[in-house]
């Protein structure tokens, strides 16, 4: 089993910057693909980005490409999103998820991971 704590999330302007962490406990070794998913109220949950468990390929959704940066710590066993220029339509309560065997492009494709965090709240204000 392996474990994932957010943490985060929080009120920010429009244009303002936010950085989400995913802690993860267990068997972390089993992990392959990390990712971010988000869900608004009344939305399907969406695929926000991946990254592979070695860092050297990612994979974001065309909503924040060029804004949200993924990146990894394995040494920490954490995840992280760092989040820039902010829009209203970010807002959504954000989700950490790993899959032991799925690439970044089918856990953004499918949207369906082995292990879920809890989620944190990212309110973005106009």
């Known amino acids: 089993q392996v474990q994932l704590v957010e943490s985060g999330g929080g009120l920010v302007q429009a244009g303002g910057s936010l950085r989400l962490s995913c802690a993860a406990s267990?068997?972390?070794?089993?992990?392959?693909?990390m990712g971010w998913f988000r869900r608004s109220p009344g939305k399907e949950r969406e695929f926000v980005a991946a990254?592979?468990?070695?860092?050297?390929?990612?994979y974001y959704a065309d909503s924040v490409k060029g804004r949200f940066t993924i990146s990894r710590d394995n040494a920490k066993n954490t995840v992280y999103l760092q989040m820039n220029s902010l829009k209203p339509e970010d807002t959504a309560v954000y989700y950490c998820?790993?899959?032991?065997?799925?690439?970044?492009?089918?856990?953004?494709?499918?949207?369906?991971?082995?292990?879920w965090g809890q989620g944190t709240q990212v309110t973005v204000s106009s």
């Open positions: 990254i592979m468990r070695s860092g050297s390929s990612t």
């Open positions: 998820a790993a899959s032991r065997f799925k690439t970044i492009v089918e856990l953004a494709t499918t949207t369906e991971a082995d292990y």
């Open positions: 267990g068997r972390t070794f089993s992990t392959a693909a």
